[in-house]
């Protein structure tokens, strides 16, 4: 199984030295799922590979 997953971004609390200044990160979220890599590799086209990736469970 394949995955087209979109990076979003995510804010955590920050918790070292009891301050209120947030941490920004981000996490991969899934867009789409399919069997076969090539349909997932044609929507991958026209986004930007920075924020986008195809990725297998497949081991």
């Known amino acids: 199984m ?4 979109r990076k979003e971004q995510y804010v ?3 918790i070292l030295g009891n301050r209120s ?3 920004y ?3 991969w979220k899934a867009a789409a799922k399919c069997e076969e890599r090539e349909p997932l590799e044609e929507m991958m086209k026209g986004k930007d590979a920075e ?8 081991a």
């Open 12 to 14: 955590l609390p920050n």
């Open 2 to 5: 394949f995955f087209l997953e």
């Open 51 to 58: 924020t986008h990736r195809i990725v297998s469970n497949l």
């Open 21 to 23: 200044f947030p941490v």
């Open 25 to 27: 990160t981000y996490r």
